[in-house]
């Protein structure tokens, strides 16, 4: 049920980024999470209600202003609102869906932990997001009782520092960029007084959904890490690009940060030919490599999300056939209990 007409596209009122930016804590903390004010913002007609309303009871609805202004008003299939706006197909139980597909909580071996994969630790830097994505795998993640206080983070450095074969600390969430900079500060502080780590990898989606994250308090601490810094952006389709995501990202270039991006192959979002080569070449635009294309994990909730592995692999073949090696994302599934990614 599209409803077009120019006056429902009125009444979308987003600020435009002509009027002075607000700082990045207030716009997240003025992020919509009421999925009538998203339904009404977006310009969708009133029979999505219901099910925005079933889905939000599930996990609850989160978008910032500045992801707002990139979806196209009145259209449902949107792929940037179909990333956020909350469906009564959460609801459904699907064969293989589960609440922990990744076996999360047995790796935990202390409280924001998760130590996976060799010589690499996540650390649950902050439990918080800025946006809340529809098919996240950590949507049931327990994220109370990961949340360290500066005693338990100490806990935690004691544990890296003991195990000199972890050369890599990797920040987490939530999205970590969500704590705030004096934490961060200190934390990257403390991580790099670890002689056997060499570099700091942060997964965010903050930059790509709140540009204006990319502060000179954020960029502060990262110039004085000696931490080799990588950051790995989280970016499903070309539209999320904006010069606001291309500035940020020119930021944290002029520090010598390196930028990977991975995506995740998702169903009537990006899962045509078309939008993964527009957005391997929009990201190189940006400043950014193409590193990862995760099938989805399975995660209960999701499963409308799903593709299959032969689409999946049928679409990166065809996508070989397009773009340079460089531009090509590797098609993979985390598979709980290995060493490593695997390749399909
Ligand atoms: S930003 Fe990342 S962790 Fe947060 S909801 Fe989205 S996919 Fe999940």
Redesign the pocket.
Known sequence: MITRSPANVQTNTIATRDEPALGWQTQLAQAIRDPRELCRRVGLEPSWLAGAERGHALFEVRVPEAYLQRIRPGDPQDPLLRQVLPRHVEDDTVAGFITDPLDEATQTPRQGVIHKYHGRVLLIASPA?A???RY?F?RHFPYQENSPSRAQWRDSLAYLRRDDSIREAILS???PLAANDRQLSWLVEQLADIPHLRRLRIHT?LPVVIPDRVDDALLDWLARTRLQTVVVL?INHANEIDDAVITACARLKALGVTLLNQSVLLHDINDSVDDLEALSERLFNAGILPYYLHVLDPVSGAAHFNVSDDGARRLIDELRTRLPGFLMPRLVREIPGEASKTAL
Do not use: L
């Open positions: 997001c946006i809340n994505c996240c950590r969430g939530g999205d989606r989280h």
